[in-house]
């Protein structure tokens, strides 16, 4: 079973507009939390990253919000443009992982002009 | 990103055979990963080496085996192809001891079908 459970599976998101994928998790152990942009054709990239001592973390136009007790982290994209078009997956990884993580189903993002 | 490179980017085999995925990186990196991305299930482990005498299994490894030839080469294999191995294949690369630890570098993948 998956240990990150991500959600929606895609949206559509008009330009201009704000696009939020949600993750929830159970492994209290997890300690880093990553999101990763994959655009057709390629592999994934690391986007922007939190550890669970901030609440949120902002890079550009994409925040990542993060709950620990309820034990979620999003990532918003605000003023979303038609190059962001991309699936993009939440991970998730623990301090003895020894780099291995856990990542989300995925969520395929299109965003119209 | 053409320092962690794949080949072939494309396959179709049969039932049974017998497939290598290849993997090459010019990171310099000491660990590298080999993953599956299947639609709905996002990308899973099947095997994982910190260096080149530590080969470990990851959450899928039944029906794959895996060559860390050098630091700089992993090679998946599938000894009896099966079709419901299909799926895009990825390798990746992480450096141990910084924080970049933490950030896994991905190559460009490699299509697989198995008719």
């Known amino acids: 079973q998956q240990q990150v459970k991500q959600s929606p599976q895609s949206l559509i998101v008009q330009k201009g507009g704000i696009s939020i994928i949600n993750c929830a998790y159970e492994n209290t152990a997890f300690d880093y939390f990553p999101w990763y942009q994959q655009f057709p054709g390629k592999g994934p990239a690391l986007l922007i990253a939190?550890?669970?001592?901030?609440s949120e973390k902002k890079e550009g136009r994409f925040t990542i919000s993060f709950n620990k007790s309820a034990k979620q982290f999003s990532l918003h994209i605000m003023d979303s443009q038609p190059g962001d078009s991309a699936t993009y997956f939440c991970a998730a990884s623990w301090g003895d992982s020894w780099g291995k993580f856990q990542f989300g189903a995925g969520t395929q993002v299109v965003v119209t002009p | 990103d053409a320092d962690v490179t794949q080949t072939p980017r494309n396959r179709i085999t049969k039932t049974g055979k017998r497939i290598m995925l290849e993997c090459s990186q010019t990171?310099?990196?000491?660990?590298m990963y080999w993953y599956r991305q299947d639609p709905g299930l996002g990308l899973r482990l099947i095997y994982y080496?910190?260096?080149?005498?530590?080969?470990n299994k990851g959450e899928i490894s039944d029906g794959y085996s895996v060559s860390r030839q050098a630091q700089a080469k992993f090679s998946l294999s599938l000894e009896s192809a099966i079709p419901n191995q299909t799926a895009l294949y990825f390798c990746a690369t992480s450096v141990s001891g910084t924080e970049s630890t933490d950030t896994q570098y991905f190559g460009p993948g490699t299509r697989l079908t198995v008719l």
């Open positions: 990171k310099g990196h000491d660990r």
């Open positions: 080496s910190f260096d080149v005498k530590d080969i």
């Open positions: 939190i550890r669970p001592d901030v």
